[in-house]
């Protein structure tokens, strides 16, 4: 779900403008505008997901995203339902992000050619955030990838990045598959995809299948019956809280939406990008389009840990050279969290230092729905990435003071093995 836009940003625009218009085809329109001016795809042009109609159903407020017509938000302000994920729960429709199989004997060794995690040193049913990377180190996606068997890789590529992605995958893979290489794949578009997010996540999900999920930790996969639906599901996602990402047949995804937020009572809602995009935010996430690009390296975002011990000592991947000089060497630059004054830091923000003299440039900010303040991430200059550091943030303008500060900005819930 990343892309180079805040949704909570184009989720406060469509509020107010809904607000401000009695009439709902009004409403509507200033909404669509408001997506439109920021550079999204017209309507006719918008795939639907399987859960559309339930979307609207239920009061889903539906913008272009990456492609998609999906919800921003629904009944509840995107405040409150950020609030909510952290008190109880949130179910998402993500099924615009990509879905799919390596398959082969050789799978892993091909990934391991694109990618900067240790995937041959995953047990089987575990699973890692990655990056595909070019020839220059740069970050061409984020991922989570699981090797479910040795001869099998399931990942989900964002849904703004899907056809360089796997124009990308495919491009490599014929050129290994003509060295004899052994792997193919399959593009699960006949899936969808939810995320359970939430303190009650566990709970409730337990009570739609038999198999045990206080055994299934974080970045863990199964294939299991959840109500009565075979389904792949990964305990991972984009929020900082404990939660699964379930891939479902899209014929069954309604039908496996409503028992969740059945058995939960209500207490899981339903939740739109708006609200997720200010939880990533909160935990310290990356959004791609914002705070990775195809010329920032892993080591630049502060996803040194993602690189495997033994890919580091061989390498082997695209731009490895560059990615191990920087690990040696140090970045020439740093993304860094942020706490600001004034009014909320946005993307291409200037940052200075205490003295007026620039640092870098915001990539995502925001006001903290749980922390009640304003947080960002940006780039600075090596050297200047400590926390405590002061800072100015210039916003229209006007500069406004700063301090760098360790993320996450709200602490993270994984469930790990004790």
């Not at 995502?364 to 200047?384: D, E, H, Q, R, T």
């Amino acid at each position: 779900m990343r892309r180079g836009v805040c949704l909570w940003q184009l989720g406060q625009s469509i509020t107010r403008s809904a607000l401000s218009q009695t009439d709902g085809k009004k409403a509507a329109a200033g909404a669509a505008a408001t997506a439109a001016r920021r550079g999204f795809a017209s309507d006719a042009e918008l795939k639907k997901t399987a859960l559309y109609d339930f979307h609207v159903e239920n009061g889903g407020k539906m913008v272009p995203f990456a492609g998609w017509s999906m919800p921003i938000q629904y009944k509840d302000s995107i405040m409150d339902s950020t609030l909510n994920c952290r008190a109880n729960g949130s179910l998402f429709d993500v099924s615009h992000m990509c879905g799919l199989s390596l398959k082969g004997k050789d799978c892993v060794r091909f990934l391991e050619t694109l990618v900067i995690a240790d995937v041959a040193g995953l047990a089987p049913g575990t699973g890692s955030l990655t990056v595909f990377t070019n020839e220059k180190g740069g970050a061409i996606d984020d991922s989570v990838i699981t090797k479910v068997k040795d001869d099998h890789i399931y990942l989900v590529v964002n849904a703004g990045c899907r056809d360089k992605d796997l124009a990308h995958i495919e491009s490599h893979m014929k050129a290994f598959k003509a060295k004899g290489g052994d792997v193919d794949w399959h593009i699960h578009d006949e899936r969808s995809l939810l995320a359970l997010q939430g303190p009650l996540a566990a709970s409730v999900l337990q009570l739609l299948t038999k198999d045990d999920l206080s055994k299934l930790y974080f970045g863990g996969f199964q294939m299991l019956d959840i109500n009565g639906i075979h389904c792949f599901l990964t305990r991972t996602g984009y929020t900082g809280e404990d939660g699964f990402e379930i891939s479902v047949p899209s014929e069954r995804a309604v039908d496996l939406a409503k028992a969740i937020v059945e058995k939960s009572e209500g207490k899981v809602r339903l939740t739109g990008l708006g609200a997720r995009d200010s939880l990533r935010l909160e935990a310290g996430l990356c959004l791609y389009g914002n705070d990775m690009e195809q010329h920032v390296t892993p080591v630049e975002a502060g996803l040194t840990w993602a690189i495997g011990k033994r890919r580091r000592a061989e390498g082997g991947f695209l731009g490895a050279q560059v990615i191990l000089k920087q690990l040696e060497e140090g970045p020439p630059i740093r993304r860094v969290g942020f706490f600001s004054t004034g009014p909320p830091p946005r993307s291409h923000c200037e940052i200075l230092d205490a003295g007026g003299k620039g640092l870098g440039e915001v990539t995502s900010g925001g006001f903290s729905p749980c922390l009640k303040k304003n947080i960002g991430m940006g780039y600075v200059k090596s050297g200047s990435h400590k926390n405590g550091t002061e800072l100015k943030i210039v916003i229209r303008g006007k500069s406004y003071d700063g301090v760098i500060t360790k993320m996450p900005f709200v602490p993270t819930k994984y469930y790990k093995p004790s």
